[in-house]
């Protein structure tokens, strides 16, 4: 027995409550790992641009750097505080580009073997190891964990960028903020998403049962089922758009296209194209049916949103 499996059942006994302890387990093992990666990339890169800092010294227009003073004595120093800070974030782009270490990537990949192995349990299949699609998938799996962490950084990237056009657009407005010493705005949301922990579980939910989705799918497809269909729990936490969902039957074909989608998008090396094919779209109360109807034809595979706990499944759910 592999490490992974050691502690992928030693978890799945503590977390038999959860939605999927398959799954749920799988995430526990992998997030720290992950999480360990975003980790390096930021303090290397914060290290980095500190040093060219240091070096660009004589050329700043204060003779003290020092990352306080800079947000926080002259609000003239804005167009410089955006450089910055867009400069650190191509840094961090770049660093986590660098893939896991050996033996990290070797664990990561077992559990992503382990999540499609375990998504064709689910349905009573076993999964293609030798299929075209078998063989591709769990290498597209491991470039989507790499897109995901990417994905999740250019979309903090756009927030710290709207938040750098105001702080220079409304500067009277923000000096007067600074004079009535209110936390920075810039300050606060850098921490946050340096910090990381406030999203890497709910990518790292996404990501899982993606995982677990293509590994049933794929199985029961390979296996000459001929229908799939959508099931959800239905309890308090299912979401408008996953109860329209339950028992919505999911064609063959339609589900090997998306299969295929995913695949070429995953090993594109563009977060931006996996999130065009696999968009998570959580939609408000009162949203109407046909914008439901258009995200399900997009999407087709679960999961649909954050925190979907929608799954394939062969047989048609209770309605």
């Known amino acids: 027995m592999t490490l992974y499996r050691a502690a992928h059942a030693a978890l799945k006994l503590l977390l038999w409550k959860e939605d999927v302890p398959d799954v749920e387990a799988a995430k526990r093992i992998v997030e720290p790992l ?27 227009p204060t003779n003290e750097v020092d990352a306080v003073a800079l947000q926080r004595s002259d609000p003239d120093r804005d167009d410089l505080i955006a450089a910055l800070v867009l400069s650190l974030f191509l840094v961090i782009e770049r660093n986590l580009k660098v893939p896991i270490p050996f ?13 499609l192995l375990d998504g064709g349990k689910s349905v009573g299949s076993i999964f293609p190891l030798s299929s075209t699609r078998g063989v591709q998938l769990p290498g597209a799996v491991e470039d989507d964990l790499h897109l995901m962490l990417h994905g999740r950084l250019i979309t903090r990237r756009r927030e710290i960028e709207n938040i750098l056009r105001r702080m220079i657009t409304e500067k009277p407005q923000r000096r007067a903020a600074l004079k009535s010493g209110e936390p920075d705005e810039l300050t606060t949301k850098l921490t946050e998403i340096l910090d990381g922990r406030k999203w890497q579980s709910a990518a790292m939910d996404q990501w899982a049962y993606r995982a677990f989705a293509l590994g049933a799918a794929l199985s029961a497809i390979e296996a000459g089922a001929g229908t799939l269909y959508v099931w959800n729990p239905r309890d308090d936490r299912t979401t408008p758009f996953c109860r329209w969902v339950h028992g919505r039957v999911i064609a063959v074909g339609d589900a090997k296209r998306q299969i295929d989608r995913y695949l070429v998008a995953a090993s594109s090396g563009s977060a931006q194209t996996l999130m065009d094919v696999w968009p998570l779209v959580s939609f408000p109360n009162g949203t109407p049916e046909a914008k439901f109807g258009t995200h399900f034809r997009i999407t087709v595979l679960p999961p649909y949103h954050n925190g979907c706990r929608s799954l394939v499944k062969t047989t048609p759910p209770v309605l």
């Open 34 to 60: 992950v999480r360990r990666h975003w980790d390096l990339a930021v303090k290397t890169a914060v290290l980095e641009v500190l040093g060219r800092l240091e070096r660009m010294e004589d050329r700043l």
């Open 103 to 115: 033996r990290k990537a070797a664990l990561v990949r077992d559990a992503i073997n382990g999540l």
